[in-house]
């Protein structure tokens, strides 16, 4: 979608630190980090939010979530334990409308998150 700042990572228009991508997803470090790994995973194709997600999509989000686990793997978090957070709309926090995982490790996660 057209000034999208996801898509245009997904494409390579806009750098980013990737750390793993497919035909499917792509993941990258976050600009402002909230842990000592934090990593946004996401779709290559534009999804705003989580809402707009039909039954198509579901594989899709089975494989963020497995990609995510995996990198939580290599960064050494597995054992240790992480987060992941996909934010919906102005409650739920999200800034960015092109859907994503977080994925946060590297120290204890507190909870309620605010
Ligand atoms: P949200 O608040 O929508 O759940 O999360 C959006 C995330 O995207 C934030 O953690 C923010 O720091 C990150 N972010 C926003 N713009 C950029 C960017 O241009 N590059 C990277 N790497 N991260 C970004
Ligand atoms: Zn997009």
């Not at 470090?29 to 000592?36: I, K, S």
Request: aromatic share 6%; net charge negative.
């Amino acid at each position: 979608m057209n000034n999208c700042i996801f898509c245009k990572i997904s494409t390579g228009e806009i750098s980013a630190e990737k750390v793993y991508e497919d035909d499917q997803v792509v993941a990258f470090r976050d600009l402002n980090p909230q842990a000592p790994v934090h990593v946004l995973v996401i779709p290559r194709r534009h999804i705003a939010t989580l809402n707009d997600l039909t039954t198509v999509d579901e594989a899709l989000v089975g494989h963020m979530s497995h990609v995510a686990a995996r990198i939580a793997g290599d960064e050494g978090l597995a054992e240790r334990g992480y987060r992941t957070v996909m934010n919906c709309n102005a409650e739920g926090g999200q800034t960015v409308f092109h859907i994503h995982l977080h994925l946060l490790g590297g120290r204890q996660m507190g909870w309620s998150p605010g």
